[in-house]
């Protein structure tokens, strides 16, 4: 399994950006899925965007379509979620998490999972 470590997280306005980094340990990051889940509280952990070994191929939740890009650094052994247009109800707890290296959205097919960073979106 991978250690993982996230940061980036805070308070942000509606509208406004922010950029959470997920810290990956080993020679073997580019083998791995790599995906980005959150929960808010009272809630269920839900899949916001995952993206493939290679980084080739990405997908995300509707939700977040169109406001949030996920990507990867391999020389870095870094993966990114930048989330822009922020709204209240991005607000949760995100987590990074490592996979088997196919692409999936099930966090049950993650092994590997960072401790979370909270995400607040308020005015």
């Known amino acids: 399994q991978v250690q993982l470590v996230e940061s980036g997280g805070g308070l942000v306005q509606p509208g406004g950006s922010l950029r959470l980094s997920c810290a990956a340990s080993?020679?073997?990051?580019?083998?791995?899925?790599m995906g980005w889940f959150r929960q808010a509280p009272g809630k269920e952990r839900e899949f916001v965007a995952v993206?493939?070994?290679?980084?080739?191929?990405?997908d995300y939740a509707d939700s977040v379509k169109g406001r949030f890009t996920i990507s990867r650094d391999s020389a870095k052994n870094t993966l990114y979620l930048q989330m822009n247009s922020l709204k209240p109800e991005d607000t949760a707890v995100y987590y990074c998490?490592?996979?088997?290296?196919?692409?999936?959205?099930?966090?049950?097919?993650?092994?590997?999972w960072g401790q979370g960073t909270q995400v607040t979106v308020s005015s």
């Open positions: 080993g020679r073997t990051f580019n083998l791995y899925t």
């Open positions: 998490a490592a996979g088997s290296g196919i692409i999936t959205t099930n966090s049950r097919h993650f092994g590997s």
């Open positions: 993206v493939s070994g290679s980084g080739g191929v990405k």
